[in-house]
């Protein structure tokens, strides 16, 4: 029988230890803050980004939210992107994603500062996650790596499935398992015999935005069971990638939908933009007699 992954407790956890940062850097005259930029009026995205307000607000930063209509033009919201980047109280620059279909999405991820880019999206930033070098890293992806550490199983060694190859989850998720010392396959829809890929794995993480694709027969008994999906059953009913019921006697552990990946991602959030508020400090302030821009980078 699984053990349940708490990633409502766990997000909890994380988000007090970036707020206790946060203050610190407050008392010294220095607040995070995070720009998020909405075009149009997805109902999705607008009640996503007030949680994203609302949890930047509890732990102390500035949050700034920038609502632009529809029909915006891309010109203007690359100029809204420009101005946030040299905005030196906004640490972090997050466009909420999807955007009109007038709007290229890669214009806008290449346009926002490396620096800023608390996504994680940016190609720079995408490529030193795959060559190994510290950079600000995809939420979901940084979150599933907490969740798999919080079962105080080691991830080194272990081999690890993936299903699902999206830039956002599928691929980054498998470096960052891979920089654990994992061995890596990622599994997708032209994987032949998938259940026997799947069941291979001591960790199994699924990001194939289809409900309850995931049966006992994919799982290896005793396997981490990571579900990044949030989909509705045949009763609307919200659930996941994962068919828990069918599932949960046959892995070790398991994350529930809801209450698994999803508050995850937004305490990832919060700590890239503190990570980023950190790094930018340093860079403007550490000048070889900058007592407090060491303090902050050695934090």
């Known amino acids: 029988m699984a053990q349940v992954i708490d990633g409502k407790k766990l997000a909890k956890e994380i988000q007090e230890s970036v707020t206790k940062e946060v203050s610190e850097l407050v008392k010294k005259g220095k607040q995070p803050g995070l720009a998020v930029v909405l075009v149009g009026d997805n109902q999705a995205s607008r009640t996503y980004v007030r949680n994203k307000q609302k949890r930047t607000e509890e732990a102390g930063m500035k949050s700034v939210l920038i609502e632009l209509p529809e029909e915006v033009s ?9 101005d946030l980047n040299q905005d030196d109280s906004i640490h972090g620059i997050l466009v909420q994603l999807p955007l009109p279909k007038h709007i290229s999405e890669d214009k806008v991820i290449d346009a926002i500062s490396q620096e800023k880019d608390v996504d994680g ?14 950079t600000l890293v995809p939420c979901t992806p940084a979150g599933i790596i907490e969740l798999i550490k919080s079962t105080g199983e080691s991830i080194e060694g272990k081999r690890a499935v993936v299903i699902g190859r999206s830039n956002i989850v599928g691929k980054p998720v498998a470096q960052l398992l891979l920089q654990e010392n994992a061995t890596v396959t990622i599994a997708h829809s032209r994987t032949k015999d998938l259940p026997a890929v799947a069941s291979e794995a001591d960790i199994l993480v699924v ?13 290896k008994p005793g ?24 599932v949960f006697e046959q892995a070790g552990f398991i994350t529930p939908v809801p209450g698994g990946v999803g508050p995850m991602t937004i305490t990832m959030l919060l700590k890239n933009t503190l990570t980023a508020a950190k790094k930018i400090i340093c860079q403007t302030r550490l000048d070889g007699s900058d007592d407090f821009a060491r303090k902050v980078l050695n934090s």
Request: glycine share 8%.
């Open 223 to 246: 396997a981490i069971v990571i579900d990044v999906g949030m989909d509705r059953d045949e009763n609307n009913k919200l659930c996941g990638d994962v068919d828990y019921e069918d």
């Open 207 to 219: 990001a194939t935005g289809r409900a309850k694709f995931v049966k006992k027969n994919f799982v």
């Open 74 to 82: 891309e010109a203007e919201l690359l100029q809204q992107v420009e």
């Open 121 to 134: 999206f940016h190609p720079l930033n995408v490529g030193n996650l795959f060559i190994g070098k510290e």
